[in-house]
């Protein structure tokens, strides 16, 4: 199964339905479930989800908030696969990442981290400077996101999309019982 640790960014969703409805191009597939992606863990055996499970429930963290910062893309703006909102605030953030990343160190994954929220994939673009001018002319506002959980989540890839089913929800210290 197709694995991925996230946060869930539930209180900036409407405002990132705004942006993408200035996207709308054809070729371009909005995302509906908004979410930061802290690390992919790839195919995973079945046998091994509990072993997962338990090493992130040793995590703590405390409560922290994000505030939404600029638009991009990757790989890069001659060639745009994705259109991302990125954050401030990375130091909580990268902690986070990092205790993770640590506890599941067998699941490498090549690229460097960079807190991002995915809200658009481009399958084709017919005019890619216009869309590029579109992309240059947001300017994205400071909607913050408070982070007390994130999730294990299975991606389940399909011809409409991914469809995700959280399999484990992990709370900051205040918000354990």
Not at 120 to 136: A, G, P
């Amino acid at each position: 199964m197709r694995l991925f640790v996230a946060i869930e960014a539930k209180e900036v969703s409407d405002y990132l339905k705004s942006i993408q409805d200035k996207l709308r191009f054809k070729g371009v597939k909005q995302v509906e479930k908004f979410h930061l992606t802290l690390k992919f863990l790839g195919e995973v055996e079945e046998n091994k989800v509990e072993q997962i499970k338990k090493a992130l429930s040793k995590i703590s963290f405390k409560p922290f908030e994000l505030t939404l910062d600029t638009i991009g893309v990757f790989p890069n703006p001659s060639r745009i696969n994705v259109i991302w909102v990125d954050v401030k605030e990375k130091q909580h953030i990268t902690n986070l990442y990092n205790q993770i990343d640590a506890c599941l160190k067998d699941y490498e994954d090549d690229r460097k981290f960079h807190p991002h929220i995915t809200i658009s994939r481009v399958k084709f673009l017919i005019n890619k400077k216009e869309f590029k001018d579109k992309i240059d002319s947001i300017t994205i506002q400071p909607e913050k996101i408070i982070v007390n959980e994130f999730k294990l989540i299975k991606s389940d890839l399909t011809p409409e999309g991914p469809i995700y089913t959280d399999l484990a929800i992990y709370k900051t210290q205040k918000h354990k019982k």
